[in-house]
């Protein structure tokens, strides 16, 4: 039986249950489209890909995406979206204060389509897509997705395809081209001249390598131990010529505790807020981490990124066929390889050349710790 709250909601519902949608041809020349944005990052980038092919293919679609603040900015400044309307976490919450006008200002749109920009069940985010009204509804495969989602990009159990390339697999459906082979989620060139300029002058040494390390949770599992971290940037250090900056999406305490245990201070950049962290990755010559969100817009960047992912994450986490990305795969409690680590850093393009005696040190350090 669906639950009491859907059913009350069945009249908001009624005018998206009725319409109808044909493939291809259910988006034309000025049509509107919903994202609905669930707060999870990574779930946001991996949908970049097809943001941007159904803006490509569609003269003058309109694009407003539904979002948590303290994504606005970021997404603002991609240039992906027309609009950017924020909810609070509160306003989901059928029958509370701000649910229905939250549900009026959908319905208002007049959209074509809603796209929920998940991998994972959103109940709350496909109430608003049913009360927006679109015959198009895209979102993800799940038992109960019928009706908020009518349009799902299924795949097998044994289909580990990176989730980064799934969503875009849904453009072909819509008649358009399929997504590049090779797409960086962008980034607004005048503020990329900043932070470039900024990062040349903060460097202690101008041949100095950016290496951002991310102390954050992981999608699937608490976060990496930071003594693991505190020894990976260690080794670094011995090898490479190069800055640590600790980095995370969600930054906080953990980035503070990383930061004290660093020998040398990073050097003052701007990460205040989610553009400011996105624009300073987007300058880093290599990126180390967990499976993060900030691992995986790293890969959506282009920046060489080196991803530890344990038992708890699935094949489908790792962006195989990635040039510029590479997974290791650690148990956790267990010493981490320091020579699969380099050699995952040389394949993501980082020439690894040990600088003299700081290389025993970080060495012997790495090989002590356990993530």
Same mark, same amino acid.
């Given at each position: ?12 519902s009624?005018r ?44 003058d ?41 939250l549900?009026?200002a ?15 069940p ?25 009706p ?5 990009i ?30 960086r989620w ?48 260690g ?12 980095l995370? /999406? &969600?930054?906080?305490? %953990?980035v #503070?505790?990383?930061?004290?245990? =660093?020998? $040398? *201070?990073?050097? @003052?950049?701007?990460? +205040? ?41 699935? /094949? &489908?986490?790792?962006? %195989?066929? #990635?040039?510029?990305?590479?997974? =290791?795969? $650690? *148990?956790?409690? @267990?010493?981490?390889? +320091?020579?699969a ?31």
């Amino acid at each position: 039986m669906r639950p009491l709250v859907d059913r009350l909601l069945d009249p908001w519902s009624r005018r998206g249950r009725e319409a109808v949608f044909t493939l291809p041809g259910a988006l034309t020349c000025g049509a509107g489209v919903l994202v609905l944005d669930s707060g999870d990052l990574a779930d946001l980038i991996f949908h970049g890909p097809l943001l941007h092919g159904l803006r490509a293919g569609v003269p003058d679609l309109r694009v407003d995406v539904l979002l948590p603040e303290a994504h606005a900015q970021f997404m603002a400044a991609s240039g992906l979206a027309q609009t950017c309307l924020t909810y609070r976490p509160a306003q989901l919450r059928p029958f509370r204060r701000g649910f229905f006008p939250l549900l009026r200002a959908a319905r208002a749109g007049g959209y074509a389509a809603t796209i929920i920009a998940s991998h994972d069940p959103q109940p709350a985010l496909a109430r608003v897509a049913m009360a927006a009204g679109a015959p198009l509804r895209l979102g993800p495969s799940h038992a109960n997705a019928w009706p908020a989602v009518n349009l799902e990009i299924r795949r097998g159990v044994a289909d580990a395809t990176y989730r980064g390339n799934r969503p875009a697999a849904a453009l072909p459906l819509l008649g358009l081209p399929a997504p590049l082979s090779v797409w960086r989620w962008p980034l607004p060139p005048e503020r990329l001249r900043q932070i470039r300029q900024l990062v040349r002058f903060n460097k202690n040494r101008p041949d100095d390598r950016l290496v951002a390390i991310d102390p954050g949770a992981g999608k699937n599992g608490p976060a990496l131990a930071l003594s693991s971290l505190q020894f990976l940037a260690g080794q670094l250090a011995g090898q490479l010529s190069c800055q640590i900056v600790p980095l995370s /999406a &969600d930054g906080g305490e %953990r980035v #503070r505790e990383l930061t004290a245990l =660093l020998p $040398v *201070a990073p050097p @003052a950049l701007p990460r +205040a807020d989610l553009l400011e962290t996105a624009l300073l990755l987007s300058q880093c010559d290599l990126f180390l981490g967990g499976n993060t969100d900030l691992f995986h817009l790293a890969v959506s960047l282009g920046v060489p990124a080196v991803g530890l992912f344990t038992e708890e994450d699935g /094949a &489908d986490w790792e962006p %195989r066929g #990635r040039p510029a990305a590479r997974g =290791l795969r $650690v *148990a956790r409690g @267990a010493r981490v390889d +320091a020579e699969a680590l380099f050699a995952a850093v040389a394949a993501v393009g980082i020439r690894v050349a040990p600088r003299a005696a700081a290389a025993a040190d970080g060495a012997a350090a790495w090989r002590e710790g356990a993530v």
